[in-house]
């Protein structure tokens, strides 16, 4: 251990030496600049400017270069980042002529297939950023290059569609270890994004990804906002469940060291328990962490961008999310994840409650989002928010979250009682009228082509964004296949209108 540790900290050293660093930045820039041509074009001729728009079609040329050679400039910004990223801003100029090779191979696999290096480059970007203070580093390093690489560079505008497609493309590598690594490659995403929306014109073009995404959301593969709100979901569902799982098993385990049984264990329990103990605090900081941030970005992402979510095949299980997460935190059982040191873990539920809070508020004046709150029937009680108001009060939230939830517990309310009375109404549902899925009364119909089942466009559709599988045979699907069921939807529409006027006329 002591050889290792001495080579490390002796090779190390001689890569930091300032000469050979700023050396093999000169080559590695040099290097990158032509990744950059080849990838763009085919004329080798001439010194080449990146400029927008940049062509899709991949040049010959570049099938010629060995991936070895991106390894290595990858490798080698990496250890910049890792032991000297105070150097990236005296790299001045080189940084844009980097920021083009991170833009034209992080977001295309067509470009590099191999997603591991596509990753990297997003954590050598969370390098360029310079907003130090909120990530905790020295704010003692001018920041002037970082920033203007942010608001000059000739291709900026494609950074944000760039991140966004190797944040998705992650998700769907096909490599067995590819669950337990996303969220490492993801980490570093967050800061990145938080970034990009602190500064308008980049935030724009987030929004417009919206847009165009909201224009395709029907298409056969699912558009790249949406299956980026879909992915950014399900990481915020699974990190905070599992932060919470080990928490309650943190919890148990310091239970025992103040109980009789800690002075009946020898010694090696002891240590052994010990181990445990730190060895569970370790994965729950990290959970708590990654949960931290996927909240985070949907509060601020939800503040200008509704339509996503509101739409029907998010709405619900946006909302079903957002719910559980409130009973988990404020409600009966939160004894259980009482650890004796939040900070230790990074468990931050007042902060959580204040942000999951503001996506009610930024939501709640959108009807869909408030049906789906409300016909939530695994978690929603108008309880939970009258409690939910008095915690805010008590964690000293903003004034207008507060009155936000108010109102938004309001219409919560009145929409719960207007779905009993439907229920109520329409609780004889015939069973071909009924979702085979989730069992609810279908109002858009759909034919699965490969099993012939008929279920609701907006639960397949939720369904394929994950899995672009048949449910009933696990045979290919995308949305393009479904069929719609018009004489279908015709007549649960007419057998609901009779149900309603049998109950005027009664």
């Known amino acids: 251990m002591e050889k290792a540790t001495s080579l490390f900290l002796s090779m190390k050293a001689a890569l930091s030496e300032t000469r050979l660093t700023n050396l093999c930045m000169n080559f590695y820039t040099a290097t990158a600049q032509l990744l950059v041509q080849c990838a763009l074009t085919d004329d080798l001729t001439s010194v080449f400017k990146p400029s927008l728009p940049i062509s899709e079609e991949i040049p010959s040329t570049l099938a010629c270069i ?3 050679v991106v390894e290595n400039i990858v490798d080698f910004l990496l250890f910049v980042r890792r032991f000297k990223e105070e150097e990236f801003e005296e790299f001045g100029e080189h940084l844009d002529h980097l920021l083009s090779f991170i833009i034209v191979f992080m977001g295309n696999k067509k470009r590099i297939n191999n997603y ?6 997003a954590d050598i970007l969370d390098g360029f950023m310079p907003n130090f203070n909120s990530r905790g580093r020295s704010t003692m390093v001018s920041t002037f290059h970082r920033q203007r690489i942010f608001i000059e560079h000739p291709l900026r505008m494609l950074l944000s ?23 490492n490659y993801r980490m570093p995403m967050y800061g990145i994004l938080h970034y990009l929306w602190s500064l308008e014109e980049h935030r724009n073009w987030i929004k417009d990804l919206s847009a165009e995404s909201m224009l395709i959301i029907e298409d056969a593969v699912p558009p790249l906002f949406v299956q980026f709100i879909n992915l950014l979901i399900n990481d915020a569902i699974f990190t905070l469940d599992e932060a919470m799982d080990y928490l309650k098993k943190i919890r148990e385990l310091e239970l025992t060291k103040e109980s009789p049984e800690w002075e009946a264990m020898s010694t090696v329990d002891r240590l052994q328990h010990d181990a445990n103990l730190r060895t569970q605090g370790k ?4 959970f708590n962490i990654m949960a931290n941030e996927s909240i985070k970005v949907l509060s601020y ?3 200008e961008i509704k339509d996503v979510f509101t739409h029907s095949s998010m709405v619900d299980r946006v909302a079903a999310m957002f719910n559980d997460f409130l009973v988990k935190l404020i409600g009966n059982k939160m004894g259980l994840l009482k650890v004796r040191d939040f900070d230790a873990y990074d468990f931050k539920p007042k902060q959580l409650v204040k942000d999951i809070s503001k996506i009610y508020v930024n939501l709640g004046d959108q009807d869909a989002f408030c049906e789906a709150v409300a016909g939530d029937e695994r978690s929603y009680t108008p309880g939970l928010f009258i409690k939910l108001e008095k915690v805010l009060i008590k964690v000293c939230a903003e004034s207008s979250t507060i ?14 009682l207007l779905k009993e009375t439907e229920e109520e109404l329409f609780a004889d549902a015939p069973d071909e009228f009924l979702d085979p899925l989730l069992t609810i009364l279908m109002t858009d119909p759909v034919l699965l082509p490969t099993s012939n089942q008929i279920v ?3 639960t397949i559709q939720r369904h394929v964004m994950s899995d672009p599988h048949d449910p009933f045979n696990r045979k290919p699907l995308t949305m393009d296949m ?6 279908l939807r015709q007549q649960i529409e007419e057998w609901k209108e009779q149900k309603r006027n049998h109950a005027k006329d009664s």
């Open 66 to 68: 060995p991936a070895f």
């Open 301 to 303: 992402v939800s503040s």
């Open 116 to 121: 591991h290096l596509r990753a990297k480059l």
């Open 283 to 286: 994965i729950a900081k990290f």
């Open 456 to 458: 609701e466009r907006s």
């Open 482 to 487: 479904v069929i719609p069921k018009d004489d």
């Open 161 to 183: 569609r760039s991140l966004l497609t190797i944040f998705n493309d992650i998700e769907f590598s096909g490599d067995e270890h590819a669950f337990e690594q996303k969220f």
């Open 403 to 416: 009155q936000g939830i108010k109102v938004v517990a309001t219409k919560f309310k009145k929409m719960s």
